[in-house]
Antibody, heavy 120, light 107 residues
Framework: QVQLVESGGGVVQPGRSLRLSCAVS????????MHWVRQAPGKGLEWVAV????????DYGDSVKGRVTISRDNAKNTLYLQMNRLRVEDTAVYYC?????????????WGKGTLVAVSS | DIQLTQSPSTLSASVGDRVTITCRAS??????LAWYQQKPGKAPKLLIY???DLESGVPSRFSGSGSGTEITLTISSLQPDDFATYYC?????????FGQGTKVEIK
């Protein structure tokens, strides 16, 4: 069955960096666009980033643009999110999510999420 | 960016009630709108996409209607498993945005 497992979250000081990973299984990873979506504690959902199935295109939400890089390794079935210059307001559960179909940015499979807490 | 506003923010209802949640967009999204259900501590679950299409495995008591700037999610007969928070999401244009959520509580 489809599985997405995030890792790499933790407590980090403002201004530092963190790399999140999302290991997937149960589907052909290289055929799907992948996204990161985050949720601050007690708040709603916020789309963070997308990477096309082949890595050829990336796009970012306004609040993270310039500080975050999404990447993927199709040979390792793994999605990444490199987060730099972290801010307190980046504190959230970060979910990786699969597009339902190529180029259709709705999310039919999600991981359980990894918590990033930015605090001094 | 397209802003989505859901109403109500909180809804108190009983098992068996018909429930309607509205998602209003700041710009026309045509029918490029999805609905998700999220329970505490869990990831969201896709319910409906393209405003009216039911995701596989989702009970038929869930339905979507509308297009343009006002789209609704209806639960025809609320079941105990349906008490959760519901989010709409537009995919008309990037950045893909979500509504603020509607919490459906037990009355």
């Amino acid at each position: 069955q489809v599985q997405l497992v995030e890792s790499g979250g933790g407590v980090v000081q403002p201004g530092r960096s963190l790399r999140l990973s999302c290991a997937v299984s149960g589907f052909s990873f290289s055929n799907y666009g992948m996204h990161w979506v985050r949720q601050a504690p007690g708040k709603g959902l916020e789309w963070v980033a997308v990477i096309w199935y082949d890595g050829s295109k990336k796009d970012y939400g306004d609040s993270v643009k310039g500080r975050v890089t999404i990447s993927r390794d199709n040979a390792k079935n793994t999605l990444y999110l490199q987060m730099n210059r972290l801010r307190v307001e980046d504190t959230a559960v970060y979910y990786c999510a699969r597009e339902k179909e190529r180029w259709l940015p709705i999310f039919d499979s999600w991981g359980k999420g990894t918590l990033v807490a930015v605090s001094s | 960016d397209i802003q989505l506003t859901q109403s109500p923010s909180t809804l108190s209802a009983s098992v068996g009630d018909r429930v309607t949640i509205t998602c209003r967009a700041s710009q026309n999204v045509d029918n490029w709108l999805a609905w998700y259900q999220q329970k505490p501590g869990k990831a969201p679950k896709l319910l409906i996409y393209r405003a009216t299409d039911l995701e596989s495995g989702v009970p038929s008591r869930f339905s979507g209607s509308g297009s343009g700037t006002e789209i609704t999610l209806t639960i025809s007969s609320l079941q105990p498993d349906d008490f959760a928070t519901y989010y709409c999401q537009q995919y008309k244009s990037s950045p893909w945005t979500f509504g603020q959520g509607t919490k459906v509580e037990i009355k």
